[in-house]
């Protein structure tokens, strides 16, 4: 019995692009309420192969990204614009951060006087938040600033408790 050649090539073929691909499947994600923010698609194109060490996936989602395999960082554009916050604030790369540790080992951080704003969750059991955040700290740059930035206590007002006037 002689096999045709035609099916044979197309399942060869087949097989060998799934092989490249990896058979990585596609990250599913929900975008965020303000995906369609013109910003968003300034931050989305310039978003790195890499973050740390891990390898970008494709995402389901709007104005999304993730990376690893298990994910390990995800990133939402058009997040809530934070305002002002008694939420531990860092600065990485002159881009200010918004911390939440209330799931830790996995924070979320959000990008803090800049609009659109971004959440990018990271997973720290598999890779480093702060080369994360450098690595994505120039996408992130194409946002607008919008005047809010971290204090540090040194830079606050104290208020005087008998007068009531800062101090």
Request: aromatic fraction near 4%.
């Amino acid at each position: 019995m002689r096999i045709a050649r035609v099916p044979v090539a197309a399942a060869v073929a087949v097989a060998l692009a799934a092989s490249l691909s990896g058979c990585t499947p596609i990250v599913a994600m929900d975008p965020a309420d303000d995906a369609n923010n013109p910003g968003c698609a300034d931050v989305i194109v310039r978003l790195p192969d890499t973050v740390g060490d891990q390898q970008r996936r494709q995402t389901n989602a709007q104005a999304t990204g993730a990376w690893g395999d298990p994910v390990s960082v995800l990133l939402y554009c058009g997040v809530e614009v934070p305002s002002a916050s008694t939420t531990r604030c860092i600065e990485i790369d002159g881009i200010f951060w918004l911390v939440d540790g209330d799931d830790a080992p996995s924070y979320i951080l959000t990008s803090y006087g800049r609009e659109p704003a971004v959440d990018v969750v990271i997973d720290t059991e598999k890779v480093g938040s702060t080369p994360v955040l450098m690595d994505l700290q120039r996408a992130v740059s194409y946002t607008t600033p919008n005047g809010h930035e971290c204090t540090d206590l040194d830079d606050a007002d104290i208020i005087d408790s008998d007068s009531g006037l800062g101090g």
